[in-house]
C-alpha cells in the first residue's frame, strides 16, 4: 500500500461517522422485506448492476439475495457489503446463515466486524475505480473453487486489500457442500484483538470448523513484510459478498443470506486457540517456544512444518528417536503467565494429531518408514507443578490422517491440577523405554489447532 493511500484513508476516515453502541441488531427479513436500516455499497461501483433482492423461500420464509451479473472487467462489483446498521461495536458476534439457495456460484460469502469505510464517488481518491474502501475484520466462506472444495478464512483488511501474508484457513470435510451453513465472526479485545471465525453446520448446529488470529498494534508474524498495522478497535458490523470469476464461470456473485446478526451481550469464548502454529516464523521459533526435553548439544527434535498442516499454513512437527535415551520425546510449551482454562466455561482441551504411516509393501522406498507402535500423550502442568496426563494406545501415532483428540478438563481437574493456572503444555512420544525403532530411524507425529472448546 502506497504511502499517499495511506494518507488519503488517514484524512477522510473521519467521514464516517457512527454512535458508539453496546446494543444488538438482527434481520431475518419476515414479511418480505428489509426490518432495519440497510445500506449497501460496492467497489467498484460502474456498471450500476450489483443488486439485493428479498427473495421467499419456503413456508412463508424470506431471504436476502446479493447479486452482480456484470463481469468486473465490465465494470461490476469485485465485491459488495452490507450494513444492518450504522452502530460501531467494540466486541462483537456477527452471524449469518448462508447459502440458502445451495448455489454453486464460485464466489465468497463474508461476514464483517469492527469495519469503517468510505466512498469514493469517482475513483480520484484511490486512484482505482468509484466505489467504497474498507477495513476490517472479515469471515470469508470460500466457494472460489466450488462446493467441492468449500474452506473457510479469515482476514485483515485494509483499504479493501488483505494485509496478511498468511491468512488463517479449514478447509471443510465432506462434498456435499452446495447448501447453507450459519458462519460466525467473534472480535473481541483491543490490545490484542482475537479475531475467530466459525462455520457451524446449522444455526445452533454442530461446529464444523474454526479458524482464529491475534491482532496487535506490532509487526504479528502473519503480516506482510514491513507492515505493523493498528488493530481496528470498533467498527460496522455486516455481510460481505466477494467474486472469484475463473475461466467458464458466471460472472459476479449471487449470495443468499438470512438470520443476519450483531451481537454485544454475548460472554466471549475464552482464548480458545492455545496454538495454531501460524505466528511462528522458522524452526528456530518453534524450537524456542516448544522446547524438547533431549540434551543432545545444537540438535532440535522440534520443527515447523508447512507440508502437513490441518489447517492455515503451519503445524508442529515432532521428530521422534525413542531407540535412544531418554527413550521418549517431548515437546513442552511454558506460558509467560499462568493461564485461566476454566474461563468462558471452557471444558475441553482438544488438538488435532497425525502420525505416519507406510504400507509395509513400500516401507523399504519411503525416506522415514512406518511409524513404530508408540503411546502418544499430553501433560498438564499447573503453577504449583501438579501434572495431570492423558494418554493414546501406541497404535495411534500410526494414523495417515488428522485425528481429534478431546481431553475433558475435568479429568485434568481430578488429577489436582489447578485450571485457573496453567503454565505447561507438554506433547510426548515414549514409555521411557527404548523402542523398537533400529538404527537412525525417525518417527514423526505431527500437532496442530491446539485450542479449548466451551459447550
Known amino acids: 500500500m502506497s504511502t499517499l493511500k495511506r494518507a488519503i484513508w488517514a484524512s477522510i476516515i473521519a467521514m464516517v461517522v457512527a454512535s458508539v453502541a453496546s446494543a444488538n441488531w438482527s434481520d431475518s427479513f419476515d414479511g418480505g422485506k428489509l426490518n432495519l436500516n440497510w445500506t449497501f455499497v460496492s467497489f467498484p461501483d460502474v456498471a450500476k448492476t450489483f443488486k439485493q433482492t428479498i427473495t421467499p423461500g419456503e413456508e412463508g420464509t424470506y431471504y436476502l439475495t446479493l447479486t452482480e451479473t456484470t463481469a468486473v472487467d465490465k465494470g461490476g462489483s469485485a465485491f459488495s457489503a452490507g450494513f444492518g446498521s450504522s452502530e460501531k461495536f467494540k466486541d462483537v458476534r456477527v452471524g449469518a446463515t448462508v447459502n440458502l439457495a445451495g448455489d454453486t456460484r464460485y464466489c465468497y460469502y463474508g461476514l464483517i466486524a469492527r469495519a469503517s469505510y468510505f466512498i469514493d464517488p469517482d475513483g480520484k481518491l484511490t486512484g482505482v475505480a468509484p466505489g467504497f474502501v474498507a477495513d476490517g475484520y472479515i469471515l470469508h466462506v470460500d466457494y472460489s473453487d466450488g462446493p467441492a472444495n468449500l474452506k473457510i478464512d479469515i482476514e485483515k483488511v485494509k483499504m479493501n486489500q488483505n494485509v496478511m501474508d498468511n491468512t488463517p484457513t479449514a478447509v471443510i470435510p465432506g462434498v456435499a457442500n452446495a447448501r447453507s451453513y450459519y458462519a460466525e465472526l467473534e472480535v473481541v479485545g483491543a490490545g490484542p484483538v482475537t479475531v475467530t471465525g466459525r462455520l457451524y453446520d446449522s444455526k445452533g448446529g454442530p461446529l464444523v470448523a474454526q479458524v482464529s488470529f491475534v491482532d496487535t498494534d506490532a509487526k504479528d508474524p502473519w503480516e506482510e513484510a514491513k507492515t505493523a498495522e493498528k488493530v481496528f478497535k470498533e467498527g460496522l458490523c455486516g455481510i460481505f459478498a466477494q467474486n472469484e ?26 482464548s480458545l486457540v492455545i496454538d495454531d502454529f501460524e505466528g511462528y516464523a522458522d524452526n528456530a521459533q518453534i524450537a524456542a517456544a516448544w522446547v524438547d526435553n533431549i540434551t543432545d548439544a545444537g540438535l532440535d527434535y522440534t520443527f515447523l512444518d508447512s507440508g502437513t498442516v490441518y489447517q492455515g499454513y503451519k503445524a508442529l512437527r515432532l521428530e521422534v528417536q525413542n531407540q535412544y535415551e531418554p527413550n521418549l520425546t517431548e515437546a513442552t510449551r511454558t506460558f509467560a503467565a499462568p493461564q485461566d482454562w476454566t474461563a468462558g466455561g471452557a471444558t475441553t482441551l482438544s488438538l488435532m494429531f497425525r502420525g505416519y504411516y507406510v504400507n509395509p509393501e513400500n516401507e523399504g522406498t519411503d525416506k522415514y518408514g512406518c511409524n513404530k507402535e508408540q503411546p502418544l500423550y499430553v501433560k498438564v502442568e499447573d503453577a504449583a507443578g501438579k501434572t495431570a496426563t492423558a494418554t493414546l494406545p501406541p497404535y495411534a501415532i500410526q494414523s495417515e490422517s488428522w485425528r481429534a483428540w478431546d481431553i475433558p478438563l475435568a479429568d485434568v481437574a481430578t488429577a489436582g491440577v489447578d485450571l485457573k493456572a496453567v503454565t505447561k503444555l507438554t506433547v510426548g512420544v515414549g514409555t521411557g523405554t527404548a523402542s523398537s525403532q533400529t538404527g537412525n530411524d525417525v518417527d514423526l507425529v505431527f500437532v496442530d489447532y491446539v485450542r479449548l472448546i466451551a459447550p
Not at 475463473?246 to 459476479?252: C, R, S, T
Request: proline share 12%.
Open 245 to 270: 470469476q475463473n475461466d467458464g464461470e458466471p460472472a459476479g456473485f449471487h449470495c443468499t443470506w438470512d438470520d443476519v446478526s450483531a451481537v454485544s451481550d454475548f460472554i466471549p469464548s475464552p
